[in-house]
């Protein structure tokens, strides 16, 4: 079960971006797992921003730097609402028995 449900993860708008005059290259960011990011020169890129975990932040939080960035959270947040994406977690985590809660 995906956490956006089968909704199109090119849609969602959630990668992060990087502030170059901020970068202290330190290399953190290589340590992702999703592999989002490319280290070309002596500067990381996000070469691969679709492979982002929804949601997750810990590049940003662990940069030196504090040179990296996402979107609004909210924004995320709204998009979840509008298109009922919490509900469809929800059922296929039920359907999965991964979650036992009554309704």
Do not use: H
């Not at 170059?20 to 490319?38: I, T």
């Not at 709204?78 to 359907?95: C, F, P, Q, R, T």
């Amino acid at each position: 079960m995906a956490w956006f449900a089968e909704y199109p993860r090119e849609k969602i708008e959630w990668y992060p971006t990087i502030d170059e005059d901020k970068c202290v290259k330190c290399g953190m960011c290589m340590n992702c797992g999703q592999k989002v990011y490319k280290w070309t020169g002596d500067v990381p890129i996000v070469a691969n921003p679709y492979k982002c975990v929804v949601g997750c932040t810990t590049c940003a939080t662990l940069c030196q730097g504090k040179a990296i960035s996402f979107p609004d959270k909210e924004a995320l947040r709204e998009l979840y609402k509008k298109e009922g994406i919490w509900a469809k977690v929800k059922k296929g985590l039920k359907e999965e028995g991964r979650l036992e809660v009554t309704d």
